[in-house]
C-alpha cells in the first residue's frame, strides 16, 4: 500500500561486500542483514549491483578468451525470480517486516542468459516484481543480456512507491523519466565498486554523487544508494581463478541516502568498512520541494514534451507474467517456501495494461 504524505519510513543502503561466487553463503549474509535491519526498526533496505553472486570485476581485467570458463561458472552462481534462494528472503523478509530491493545475476529460466536485475520484496514477504537493466554497461555486455520496459517500474509497497535503477542506467534520462512518471517517492540505487577500477580512482565517487543528486531533484524522490566495496573473497577468486592483475584493488564503494533537495541524510560512506547507511525519509517534505519543481506536474509541460515506453514483454517468463494471467497453486508451490504468505506474482508490475504508453499512443496517432 503506498504511503500518505507526512508518513515516515527508515530506510538503509546496504554497504557491504558478499561472499563472492558463493551464492548459498550470499544469501545467508542478505538474510542476516535484513534480520539486522528487523531489530533496528528498518523499513526498507537497498542492497548493492549484483549483490548475489556478486559484481563480475574480472570482466575489466582480463582477455575475454581469458574469461569463458569465470562466465560460464558465473551463470551457475546466477538465481532465478522466483526460486528458492529468493523464496528465503521472502521468509526473511516476512519474519523481520523489512521491505528488500535485492541487487542479482538473474538467469533467465530456461536459458543460459542473465541479466542485471533488482528483485523488488514487500515487509510481507511478497514479491512485488523485478527491474532488469536496460543496457549493460560496456564489458558488461559479455555477461548479462537487455533488459525491457516491461520492467521498467514502480511498486507499490509498504514503504511507499519504490523503483530502481543500476548504476551507469542512471545516465539515461529516459528512463529515470519513465519512473518519474509513474509515481515514484523512493528510488533504490545499485552499484558496484567504481573507484576501485583503474582510471576511475578520482572520479568515480563525484560521478556517483552527481547522478544521485540529479535524480533526487529532478523526480523529487528521496535516493538511497547503496554499493559494494571489493574484497578479498572477490580479488583471491579472481587471481586463484584468472590469474593476477592489477586493474581492480580492494575498498571502493559509494553509499548515501539523499533528500529531494539534495542533503545527505545519511553517509555518504565509502571503503571497505561494512555497515547499514541509515536515515528516516519523511515524504512531507516533498510537499516543499513540490513548491519549487514538479516533474510530473506543473514542470513536466506535456503539451510540448511527451515520453513513449514500449512495455511489451522482451522476454518469455515476462509474458507469463503479464496482467490477467493467474497464477495456478501449482505455480507458486513449485517454487516458494511454505511460510511465504499468499501467492507471489512473477515478473513486473505494469503501470498501465496497454502495451505503449498512453503518450506515446497519441503520439502514433496523430
Known amino acids: ?59 575489466e581485467c582480463y582477455p575475454p578468451l581469458q574469461q569463458v570458463a569465470a562466465n560460464a561458472e558465473y551463470t551457475d552462481a546466477s538465481i532465478e525470480v522466483p526460486g528458492p ?3 528465503r528472503v ?16 538473474e538467469r533467465l529460466k530456461g536459458t543460459r542468459t542473465c541479466f542485471n536485475s533488482q528483485v523488488y520484496i514487500d515487509a510481507d514477504g511478497s514479491l512485488l516484481g523485478v527491474h532488469r537493466k536496460l543496457q549493460p554497461t560496456y564489458a558488461e555486455r559479455i555477461v548479462w543480456g537487455q533488459g525491457g520496459g516491461a520492467t521498467l517500474s514502480v511498486f507499490d509497497s509498504r514503504s511507499g512507491r519504490v523503483g530502481g535503477l ?39 565517487d563525484a560521478q556517483i554523487e552527481a547522478m544521485m543528486k540529479t535524480h533526487a531533484l529532478t523526480a523529487q524522490v528521496f535516493v538511497v544508494c547503496a554499493a559494494n566495496p571489493v574484497d578479498d573473497t572477490c580479488l583471491n577468486w ?18 548515501a541516502v539523499i533528500h529531494p533537495f539534495n542533503s545527505f541524510l545519511g553517509g555518504p560512506h565509502t571503503g571497505e568498512e561494512e555497515k547499514l547507511v541509515t536515515a528516516t525519509v ?18 513536466a509541460r506535456p503539451e510540448v ?12 517468463d515476462e509474458r507469463e507474467a503479464e ?44
Open 1 to 59: 500500500m503506498t504511503q500518505q504524505e507526512g508518513t515516515a519510513r527508515r530506510v538503509a543502503a546496504v554497504h557491504a561486500a558478499p561472499v563472492f561466487m558463493n551464492t548459498d553463503v550470499t544469501i545467508d549474509k542478505v538474510i542476516g542483514f535484513v534480520e539486522q535491519a528487523g531489530r533496528e526498526d528498518i523499513d526498507l533496505l537497498v542492497f548493492p549491483e549484483t549483490f548475489v553472486p556478486g559484481y563480475p570485476y574480472w570482466i
Open 85 to 87: 534462494e529468493i523464496a
Open 90 to 105: 521472502q521468509a526473511a523478509c516476512a519474519r523481520a517486516g523489512v521491505e528488500v530491493v535485492l541487487g542479482i545475476s
Open 166 to 204: 543500476a548504476c551507469w542506467e542512471h545516465t539515461m534520462n529516459l528512463a529515470r523519466q519513465a519512473l518519474i512518471e509513474q509515481d515514484e517517492q523512493i528510488h533504490a540505487a545499485a552499484w558496484p565498486a567504481l573507484s576501485t577500477m583503474a582510471g576511475f580512482e578520482t572520479v568515480a
Open 238 to 255: 579472481m587471481r586463484d581463478n584468472l590469474g593476477e592483475q592489477n586493474f581492480v584493488t580492494a575498498g571502493g564503494g559509494w553509499s
Open 282 to 299: 519523511d515524504f512531507s517534505d516533498v510537499r516543499i520541494v513540490k513548491a519549487w519543481v514538479d516533474s510530473k506536474g506543473h514542470y
Open 305 to 316: 514534451l511527451r515520453l513513449g515506453v514500449d512495455r511489451k514483454p522482451l522476454w518469455h
Open 323 to 366: 496482467p490477467g494471467r493467474t497464477r495456478t497453486s501449482a505455480d507458486v508451490a513449485a517454487v516458494v517456501a511454505p511460510e511465504i504468505p499468499g501467492a507471489l506474482p512473477q515478473g513486473a508490475a505494469r503501470p498501465a495494461p496497454q502495451e505503449w504508453d498512453a503518450s506515446a499512443q497519441r503520439e502514433l496517432t496523430s
